[in-house]
């Protein structure tokens, strides 16, 4: 299958995971226009933050993109304005959104059905609203439509393969029973330290938070990950992908490790200052999983026969390879008819921007493929 001459590249999103993707992408580009057989050419002709753009009239390649966007006093284009750019630029076009920004992701549908592809880790867009899966993929090439393609494989697990196998089991004819894990890396982290499997048990739970919030492992606020919600998304996406019409990432439990008394603090440090006087409570659950020769870890997981999906603490047997996690590593377990009861283990570094920026470019890649 002959490579398209020249690829078009706009990329929302310069942050860790767009810097990372904006240095990958360089290297593929040199690459790509080496080929022997089918030279392609890709050109990035659209940059932007949430604040600045940096684009030129006539799709000039953007070369010297760092010091040109902090120069530029350029405002974005809301969405429908940069379809309507982005459909003139030379040859294919691929819109590579390193956001969270749920607007971006409300428009998909409308720059699919326009043929431009997309490749993304945005989370917002496959967790969202079920009617807001159901038309992007109405309007993708690679779903019911004739659109541009879509690829999201560092939604769920940054870099490691986890849509792309979940989707090959079901569409080789894989009966998909479960699906289990640890789907984030701030939790494996802070539970990993907080009732280690070996050695003396770990620090208290608020000082485990404080820990991972000085190494860069939370949000700014860690209320953002004690939540839940960020794994219940990634649940809401692969429940999705196994065939359940899940409404949204509330509509299923989702347990938060925010105390109630400390839902309404006003700052992210106003709750770690408070939270010490809550150890008590997780004091209590990991002796008492400590009692069953067990530790406690942070899992999502969806019982597909049963259409239940759950996110919140449970209890593990010290041997079982979700307490055996290290670091801030996922692990995501697949439990099928073909694989019985040894399920497909999917292991590695379910954060960072490298290997985010890494399944992004990965996806890019199969975009490329698919255009002719």
Not at 8 to 13: F, N, P, R, Y
Not at 46 to 53: D, H, Q, V
Not at 201 to 211: H, L, N
Not at 352 to 370: C, N, Q, S
Request: charge should be neutral; hydrophobic fraction near 40%.
């Amino acid at each position: 299958m002959s490579l398209p001459r020249q690829v078009s590249i706009a990329v929302i999103g310069a942050g860790g995971v767009g810097k990372a993707f904006l240095s990958q992408l360089a290297k593929l580009t040199t690459n790509l226009s080496r080929s022997p057989s089918t030279p392609t050419h890709l050109s990035l002709i659209w940059l932007s933050t949430s604040k600045k753009a940096l684009y030129h009239a006539d799709y000039k390649t953007l070369n010297n993109w760092e010091s040109e966007l902090s120069a530029s006093s350029t405002t974005p284009l809301p969405p429908a304005e940069l379809a309507e750019y982005l459909v003139k630029a030379p040859g294919k076009v691929v819109l590579v959104d390193n956001t969270s920004n749920q607007d971006v992701a409300d428009s998909y549908p409308l720059f699919l059905k326009k043929g431009i592809s997309i490749v993304t880790p945005n989370k917002k867009a496959f967790s969202s609203t079920f009617s807001l899966w159901t038309s992007i993929f109405d309007a993708a090439g690679n779903g019911k439509g004739n659109g541009g393609y879509v690829f999201h494989e560092s939604s769920v697990g940054a870099g490691l393969p986890v849509i792309s196998t979940l989707k090959e089991l079901v569409e080789t004819g894989d009966e998909v029973v479960k699906i289990e894990g640890v789907f984030s890396g701030t939790m494996s982290f802070l539970f990993n330290s907080f009732q280690p499997t070996s050695g003396s048990g770990g620090g208290k739970f608020s000082a485990e938070v404080k820990k991972a919030k000085d190494l860069g492992y939370t949000e700014p606020d860690p209320r953002d990950d004690l939540n839940g919600l960020d794994v219940a998304r990634k649940l809401t996406i692969l429940a999705r992908l196994a065939g359940l019409e899940v409404e949204s990432p509330t509509s299923f439990p989702v347990q938060s490790l925010i105390p109630k008394e400390l839902e309404s603090c006003t700052s992210g440090d106003d709750f770690l200052a408070r939270l010490p006087e809550f150890d008590g409570q997780m004091d209590e659950l990991k002796a008492a999983a400590e009692k069953e020769g067990k530790v406690v870890r942070f899992v999502g997981s969806v019982n597909v026969p049963k259409g239940e999906v759950k996110v919140g603490l449970e209890k593990f047997d010290k041997s079982h390879p979700i307490a055996a996690l290290k670091g801030s590593d996922n692990i995501i377990a697949f439990y099928t008819k073909r694989y019985g009861d040894n399920p497909l283990i999917i292991q590695g570094a379910g954060a960072g921007g490298e290997v985010t920026a890494m399944g992004v470019t990965g996806d890019l890649i199969k975009v490329l493929r698919l255009l002719q």
